[in-house]
């Protein structure tokens, strides 16, 4: 009868063991991104009306098409980011926080994205 709770646990113990490594390999990090007054590229081919939800759809579209998965998506306000001109590259101040698959450091900094 010992020997068979023994190997009860033990065998649970695996499973939990497993399940646990599962959650690992799916790990994440949170890139920001400065939103601009026109220059941002997910918008380049975008001739829809921005309502509530659309802009996550859109850059989530964005990044799935460079082969990376958003899990995701935040907007804030950030007064030091913000400049005070109109040209299409200037800084808003709003600021996108993504969360992606992990190991996507270099194809998210070459589209603009920072830690």
Request: hydrophobic share 40%; charged share 20%; net charge negative.
């Given at each position: 009868?010992?020997?068979?709770?023994?190997?009860?646990?033990?065998?649970?113990?695996?499973?939990?063991?497993?399940?646990?490594?599962?959650?690992n390999s799916s790990s994440s990090d949170i890139f920001y991104y400065d939103e601009t007054g026109c220059a941002d590229v997910w918008w380049v081919n975008f001739?829809?009306?921005?309502?509530?939800?659309?802009?996550?759809?859109?850059?989530?579209?964005?990044?799935?098409?460079?082969?990376?998965?958003?899990?995701?998506?935040?907007?804030?306000?950030?007064?030091?980011?913000?400049?005070?001109?109109?040209?299409?590259?200037?800084?808003?101040?709003?600021?996108?926080?993504?969360?992606?698959?992990?190991?996507?450091?270099?194809?998210?900094?070459?589209?603009?994205?920072?830690?």
């Open positions: 009868m010992a020997m068979k709770k023994h190997l009860v646990l033990i065998l649970y113990g695996l499973i939990l063991a497993g399940a646990s490594s599962c959650e001739n829809d009306t921005l309502a509530p939800g659309v802009y996550e759809s859109v850059v989530s579209a964005y990044l799935l098409n460079a082969d990376i998965e958003m899990y995701s998506f935040d907007t804030f306000y950030d007064s030091t980011v913000a400049e005070l001109c109109f040209a299409c590259h200037c800084r808003t101040g709003t600021v996108l926080q993504v969360e992606v698959e992990s190991g996507n450091k270099r194809k998210m900094r070459s589209l603009g994205f920072y830690q």
